[in-house]
């Protein structure tokens, strides 16, 4: 891995639910654009020694850009966190998917299954399908929101492709 001053470094959290972060290279230490580097995180602004591994990627920059023109480029990151909690009764699985995203707030989506009587025994079945359908809805509701958001910021209306 080789980066420049100035190139944005992206790194992918270690856990299932944690946060991307991404930063700025401010130095780099290693011979020939090699780590360690130095990189002020966008998320918190502080510095942080860098030695990249599988969970990370370099985003080259314009040579001529400057750092300062980096960081108004990507401003920001953020992680938004999805919970699906079920509930099994009888035949009947419930799963109820809901977002919680900062600046979106707060989206609720609910999906079902029902077994077959004549099908075999399998729980695990009833939850993929509830959960699958949740999510499914919770993601649609996400698209109506991103709809009403572009037509109250334009004054028209909005179409997201999916």
């Not at 992206?10 to 290693?30: F, L, M, N």
């Not at 919970?83 to 699985?93: C, D, I, K, M, Y």
């Not at 009587?117 to 993601?139: C, H, N, S, T, Y």
Request: charged share 25%.
């Amino acid at each position: 891995m080789k980066a420049t001053v100035g190139d944005r470094i992206i790194r992918a959290s270690g856990k299932v639910d944690g946060t991307v972060r991404d930063g700025v290279v401010t130095e780099v230490r290693g011979a020939d654009g090699a780590p360690p580097y130095t990189v002020r995180w966008s998320d918190t602004g502080e510095e942080s020694l860098v030695f990249p591994g599988g969970d990370c990627l370099v985003e080259p920059v314009d040579a001529q850009a400057d750092v300062a023109q980096v960081e108004v480029a990507h401003p920001r990151s953020r992680s938004w966190v999805v919970r699906v909690a079920l509930v099994e009764s009888g035949p009947s699985t419930t799963a109820e998917a809901t977002l919680v995203a900062g600046d979106v707030g707060s989206l609720r989506a609910v999906g079902r299954a029902q077994k077959d009587p004549a099908d075999a025994e399998v729980p695990v079945v009833g939850d993929e399908i509830a959960a699958g359908r949740a999510l499914r809805r919770l993601a649609d509701a996400l698209l109506g929101q991103a709809e009403a958001d572009i037509a109250a910021s334009t004054g028209t209306h909005g179409h997201v492709h999916t």
